[in-house]
């Protein structure tokens, strides 16, 4: 069964430091999403992508984060200048209009 | 704006035993999608079960049903036969049905519950 892939699993930064997060989407799919998971808290909608540009956003969502499609199949979250509370799991998911989202296993980052 | 709600922060059960997981709702909306999904410790993000709020029938996948009661906006999942393997944290999801509305495509998730299950 196809599935998203996010790379790395685990991403440690310097604080200031820029971080690129990558994500390989199902191939069919449409729609791109990514969520972040404080630990021990719940899942946070950040953003959403549609047709190369943002469908939607969160207030988390703020000017620190960018979001691409560069090329086709990959879809990459950045932020900036990360800070302490950056520190989250990150998951990107994708989906065909409205059937449910797949999730990647995510990517841990961890800010230091 | 939608809100969920998981007002279970922990529930246990025995193996082989039925447990229930809560999950209430906020929309003004009428048409919807509500999901429960499954996260073990390794932290992926797994789909349990989905219900589409025109159909009045409850989902069911395996030992997996919910209790979807759309007046009281509740969405309940039960788990029948619990297996060691269904120890994970669940979260209740919201998604909106409508395209161009104002949380179309985005879920909003519970608190989520953290189930354990006993040998």
């Known amino acids: 069964e196809p599935e998203v892939t996010q790379t790395p699993s685990h991403q440690v930064t310097q604080m200031g430091q820029e971080v690129i997060l990558r994500c390989v989407p199902i191939s069919n799919h449409l729609y791109f999403y990514w969520y972040r998971q404080i630990l021990g808290q719940k899942v946070e909608f950040l953003v959403s992508?549609?047709?190369?540009?943002?469908?939607?956003k969160s207030e988390i969502f703020d000017d620190q984060f960018s979001v691409e499609r560069p090329d086709g199949s990959n879809f990459t979250l950045k932020i900036r200048s990360t800070k302490l509370e950056d520190s989250a799991m990150y998951f990107c998911?994708?989906?065909?209009?409205?059937?449910?989202?797949?999730f990647g296993d995510g990517t841990r980052l961890s800010i230091l | 704006a939608q809100t969920v709600t998981q007002s279970q922060p922990e529930m246990s059960v025995q193996e082989a035993e039925t447990v229930t997981l809560s999950c209430t709702y906020d929309?003004?909306?009428?048409?919807?999608?509500l999901f429960w999904y499954k996260q073990p410790p390794s932290r992926q993000m797994i789909l349990v079960i989905r219900q589409e709020a025109y159909k009045q029938q409850n989902a069911t996948e395996n030992r997996f049903s919910v209790n979807f009661q759309k007046a009281a906006k509740s969405f309940s999942l039960k788990i029948s036969d619990s297996q060691l393997g269904d120890a994970a944290m669940y979260f209740c999801a919201y998604r909106s049905a409508f395209a161009g509305g104002t949380s179309y495509g985005k879920l909003t998730f519970g608190q989520g519950t953290i189930l354990t299950v006993h040998p």
């Open positions: 929309t003004s909306e009428s048409d919807y999608y």
């Open positions: 998911a994708s989906s065909v209009s409205n059937q449910p989202q797949h």
């Open positions: 992508f549609y047709n190369n540009e943002i469908s939607e």
